[in-house]
T-cell receptor, first 116, second 110 residues
């Protein structure tokens, strides 16, 4: 596809279950970001992948959160033993280069996670 | 840590009005983004700038580095401009880690 694709678009899960969220970036984009947006709050940085460099995981809120990226393609964000405070929209973005000051960001539609 | 403040939090306008949304930040930056988030969550990047002014259609973004302030202007506003507008900055030696404002909810009535 032409844009950033995320799946699932909606996920309802029970507290304590594991969830996996997927992001397909735009082909050729070397930079990939995960953000979290809680209801009524601003976006929070979670993790950044750039090419084959070690990812910046400094935004991950706890060790229940992990993310992987295969080369410069698909990324998965995994949340283990979900808690109610994990309920949020998880947004993925990609950029043709390192983002921020050096590249425009392209966002997916997000995955809305609800933990009951 | 950079603090990003947007004002106003909410803005209601009539179609055709000139709109201004403001963004202030506390620490020097390498770049500032303006993003648009429509109901349903999709986010679109409007501008990325580090100095001066950029224009795209009816949208204009300006930044004053000395005053640590940016504005987003919408001329001849239209109901389809209704969205949340988000300011985000990169700073602190990182050219990729964005700090986001909480957004400005704009409603343009016909």
């Amino acid at each position: 596809g032409a844009g950033v694709s995320q799946s699932p678009s909606n996920k309802v899960t029970e507290k304590g279950k594991d969830v996996e969220l997927r992001c397909d970036p735009i082909s050729g984009h070397t930079a990939l970001y995960w953000y979290r947006q809680r209801l009524g709050q601003g976006l929070e940085f979670l993790i950044y992948f750039q090419g084959n460099s070690a990812p910046d995981k400094s935004g991950l809120p706890s060790d229940r959160f992990s993310a992987e990226r295969t080369g410069e393609s698909v990324s998965t964000l995994t949340i283990q033993r979900t808690q109610q405070e994990d309920s949020a929209v998880y947004l993925c973005a990609s950029s043709p280069r390192g983002g921020g000051g050096t590249g425009e960001l392209f966002f997916g539609e997000g995955s809305r996670l609800t933990v009951l | 840590k950079n603090e990003v403040e947007q004002s106003p939090q909410n803005l209601t306008a009539q179609e055709g009005e000139f709109i201004t949304i403001n963004c202030s930040y506390s620490v020097g930056i390498s770049a500032l983004h303006w993003l648009q988030q429509h109901p349903g969550g999709g986010i679109v990047s409007l501008f990325m700038l580090s100095s001066g002014k950029k224009k795209h259609g009816r949208l204009i973004a300006t930044i004053n580095i000395q005053e640590k302030h940016s504005s987003l202007h919408i001329t001849a506003s239209h109901p389809r401009d209704s969205a949340v507008y988000i300011c985000a900055v990169t700073s602190g030696g990182s050219n990729y880690k964005l700090t986001f404002g909480k957004g400005t909810l704009l409603t343009v009535n016909p």
